[in-house]
Nanobody, 124 residues
Framework: QVQLVESGGRLAQAGGSLRLSCAASGGTFGNYVMGWFRQAPGMERQFVAGIRWSDGRTYYAASVEGRFTISRDNAKKTVYLQMNSLKPDDTAVYYC?????????????????WGQGTQVTVSS
């Protein structure tokens, strides 16, 4: 059984930085994609960034491109989300997810496994 555990969410000030981590364990997969999503109160869960594990290819939502960076550590089976130049609109619960796919997909329904989420709050 695959388990994903996020960490790193906290209160931050606008313009500041945070780094989220997501450690994966259990299961065996071939090619897969790790993604970060976020969900603000009353809003749908939205794609933030994704990384293809095999070659490190990345893809970002337009709202975060240039500010956020997704990366991975193969040995630790951990994916990171470095968030810079934070804005109050970045406030949300952030989730990591795994898609047993070669393609970085942005629909949450495509992802097979999810973490429990970590709260990020950005104050103005």
């Amino acid at each position: 059984q695959v388990q994903l555990v996020e960490s790193g969410g906290r209160l931050a000030q606008a313009g500041g930085s945070l780094r989220l981590s997501c450690a994966a364990s259990g299961g065996t997969f071939g090619n897969y994609v790790m993604g970060w999503f976020r969900q603000a109160p009353g809003m749908e869960r939205q794609f933030v960034a994704g990384i293809r594990w095999s070659d490190g290819r990345t893809y970002y939502a337009a709202s975060v491109e240039g500010r956020f960076t997704i990366s991975r550590d193969n040995a630790k089976k951990t994916v990171y989300l470095q968030m810079n130049s934070l804005k109050p609109d970045d406030t949300a619960v952030y989730y990591c997810a795994l898609d047993d796919s070669l393609v970085i997909r942005t629909a949450s329904s495509s992802y097979d496994y999810w973490g429990q989420g970590t709260q990020v709050t950005v104050s103005s």
